[in-house]
C-alpha cells in the first residue's frame, strides 16, 4: 500500500500538511479570536492566527447610530457560521435568509440572534427572528421582574435560541441567559475592583423601604437608607428610579455572606464642616421638623445638618402641635443654645417671640432683674425658666421665706417669680438666681420713687450692693 494512502478515518498526508501550516481545520459553531486587518463597505477582513482568513458582516460590529466600533488592529471573538469556500463569522445572526439557515447552530453553540419584539402574548412576548415568529417567556425578557408588560415592545434586542423544532415554527428565546453570561463576566472584573474606599459607577436595579439596590458590574451592593444622603430622604420613588446611573462608594464587603454596603453620602462631603460660619448660639434660625421622638423632635437647620429641641424646651401646651407639625414636615422657628461640633449634635430651644430668623437673642447677664416661671420644686430649692434654654435655680437660701416654708404650696409649677441674676456658669447651663434680692429690689425702687425730691433724698442700696451681699454669702 502506497505511503500516501491511508485506511478508513485516518487523515492523508495532504492534510497533516495542511494542519502543519494552517493549524486544526475550523468547525462551524466553534468560537475563535481573530485580529482585524482590513475594513470593507460590508465585510471586515478578520485574521484568525494560524487559520487563514475570515469575513464578518459589518454590521455587527456597529453600534444603532452606524458606527463602526473596532478599527484594524482590534482583537473580535466571533462564532464560525461556515467554511465553505471562505470563512464566515459571527457575532450575533441579523436578519435575512443566512441567519434564518443558521438558527439551529444558534441553539447548540449559543450565538446571539437578533429579534424585534412585536407584541404581548399569553404568557411572553411574541418576537421576530429572521422573519419567522418566535415566542420568549415573561421570566427570560429580563434579570428582574418587570413591572409593565409593554416596556420591551418595538424594541430590537439580542436573544439566545433555546429551542427550534419544525423547522422553525417552534423558536423559543431567553434574553435573560445573555444578560446572565454578559453579568458574570462583568463580575470577575468587578472583583478585582471591589474593596473598601473605591468609588465605582453602578445602576440602581431596585428600590426597597431600607435602600437602593445598585448593580456594580455584574454584583450587586446596598445603599442603606443611612448613606443615601446627608439631607433626610423621605420618600425614594421622588428621587430615585430604577435604571439611574450613581456612583457609589464601598464602605463594607462580605465574602462569606456575599454582601456589599455601599455609600452615596460619602461622596457629598460632611456639611457639619462648614456649619461654624452659618449657625451661632443664641441664633433664631427657621427650621424644618424632620421627625418626633419620646424626647423631642429633630429640625434640620440646613441641609444635612439637624438639631434637637427637647422636650423639656417644649411647653406643654405647645408639644401636641409641634407634633402634628413634625408628621407633616412643618417649620419652626428655633433658637440655638448649643453646638458641639466633635459630636455633631445642636441643642435648640423655641424662638422667643418678637424675634425672626437671622436675628440673635439677647445674652443672659449678671445684675439682670427677671421674671420667671417656677418649672419645679426641689428640697433645695425652685428650678425657675427665665426664657427659651434658660433655666435657674433659686436656692432655698434665697427665697426670702421663713424658715420651714412649705415652698411646694406656695410655688406650684407654673407660678410666676421675680428674680435677680446672681451668676452664670458652664456657659448659661449653671444659673444661680435670687428671689430675696429682687424682693429688696423692689422694695428699694418704691422707696426710691417714694423718697424721689424729698430734702434729705435716702438712696438705701443699690441693686449692684444686693448682688455683692449675694455673693459674700
Same mark, same amino acid.
Given at each position: 500500500m502506497s505511503e500516501m494512502q491511508t485506511n478508513s478515518g485516518q487523515e492523508t498526508f495532504a492534510d497533516l500538511f495542511a494542519q502543519?501550516?494552517?493549524?486544526?481545520?475550523?468547525? $462551524?459553531?466553534?468560537v475563535v479570536k481573530g485580529r482585524v486587518i482590513q475594513i470593507g463597505a460590508d465585510s471586515v477582513f478578520v485574521d484568525i492566527q494560524g487559520k487563514g482568513e475570515a469575513l464578518i458582516a459589518r454590521a455587527e460590529l456597529e453600534d444603532?447610530?452606524?458606527t463602526l466600533n473596532v478599527a484594524v488592529g482590534d482583537e473580535v471573538e466571533a462564532t464560525?457560521?461556515?467554511?465553505?469556500?471562505? $470563512?464566515? /463569522?459571527?457575532?450575533?445572526?441579523?436578519?435575512?435568509?443566512?441567519?434564518?439557515e443558521m438558527l439551529q447552530i444558534s441553539v447548540e453553540n449559543g450565538v446571539p440572534v437578533e429579534g424585534k419584539v412585536t407584541g404581548v402574548v399569553k404568557g411572553g412576548y411574541e418576537v421576530l427572528?429572521?422573519? /419567522?415568529?418566535?415566542f420568549c417567556p415573561f421570566s427570560q425578557i429580563d434579570m428582574r421582574r418587570v413591572e409593565?408588560?409593554?416596556?420591551?415592545?418595538?424594541?430590537?434586542?439580542e436573544f439566545r435560541v433555546t429551542?427550534?423544532?419544525?423547522?422553525g415554527r417552534n423558536i423559543v428565546l431567553s434574553r435573560r441567559q445573555l444578560l446572565e453570561a454578559a453579568a458574570t463576566k462583568a463580575a470577575e472584573e468587578t472583583k478585582k475592583k471591589l474593596v473598601p474606599e473605591a468609588v465605582l459607577p453602578g445602576t440602581i436595579t431596585s428600590i426597597a423601604e431600607f435602600g437602593l439596590f445598585v448593580d456594580l458590574g455584574g454584583i450587586q451592593g446596598l445603599v442603606p437608607l443611612s448613606e443615601l444622603s446627608h439631607v433626610r430622604v423621605t420618600n425614594l420613588a421622588d428621587r430615585f428610579q430604577v435604571g439611574q446611573p450613581v456612583t457609589v462608594k464601598v464602605l463594607r464587603v462580605d465574602p462569606q455572606k456575599g454582601k456589599v454596603t455601599l455609600s452615596m453620602k460619602a461622596l457629598e462631603g460632611d456639611p457639619w464642616l462648614t456649619i461654624s460660619d452659618q449657625l451661632r448660639e443664641r441664633q433664631i434660625v427657621q427650621g424644618r421638623i424632620v421627625r418626633a421622638t419620646d424626647f423631642g423632635v429633630f429640625v434640620e437647620l440646613l441641609p444635612g445638618v439637624d438639631g434637637l429641641l427637647h422636650l423639656s424646651e417644649i411647653p406643654r401646651n405647645q408639644q401636641g402641635q409641634i407634633k402634628e407639625a413634625a408628621a407633616v414636615g412643618g417649620e419652626l422657628a428655633v433658637m440655638i443654645l448649643a453646638v458641639d461640633l466633635d459630636k455633631h449634635r445642636i441643642s435648640l430651644a423655641l424662638a422667643p417671640e418678637g424675634?425672626?430668623?437671622?436675628?440673635?437673642?439677647e445674652e443672659l447677664k449678671v445684675g439682670v432683674v427677671k421674671t420667671g416661671t417656677v418649672e419645679r420644686v426641689e428640697p433645695f430649692g425652685l428650678f425657675v425658666r427665665l426664657g427659651p434654654g434658660q433655666v435657674g435655680l433659686i436656692p432655698n437660701a434665697e427665697m426670702g421665706t421663713q424658715r420651714g416654708a412649705d415652698h411646694r404650696k406656695?410655688?406650684?409649677?407654673?407660678?410666676? $417669680?421675680?428674680v435677680v441674676v446672681l451668676g452664670i456658669e458652664e456657659g448659661g447651663k449653671r444659673i444661680r438666681l435670687s428671689r430675696s434680692k429682687a424682693l429688696a429690689h423692689e422694695e428699694q425702687t418704691e422707696t426710691q420713687a417714694y423718697l424721689k425730691g424729698s430734702p434729705k433724698g435716702g438712696f438705701g442700696l443699690t441693686l449692684g450692693d444686693l448682688i455683692k451681699q449675694g455673693k459674700k454669702k
Open positions: 502543519q501550516k494552517t493549524g486544526p481545520m475550523l468547525e $462551524v459553531g466553534q444603532e447610530s452606524g464560525v457560521l461556515s467554511t465553505d469556500g471562505e $470563512v464566515r /463569522l459571527s457575532r450575533k445572526l441579523l436578519k435575512g435568509a443566512q441567519a434564518r427572528v429572521a422573519g /419567522l415568529r418566535a409593565s408588560s409593554d416596556a420591551f415592545l418595538n424594541q430590537v434586542l429551542r427550534y423544532d419544525e423547522k424675634l425672626a430668623p437671622g436675628q440673635e437673642a406656695e410655688f406650684a409649677p407654673g407660678t410666676e $417669680v421675680k
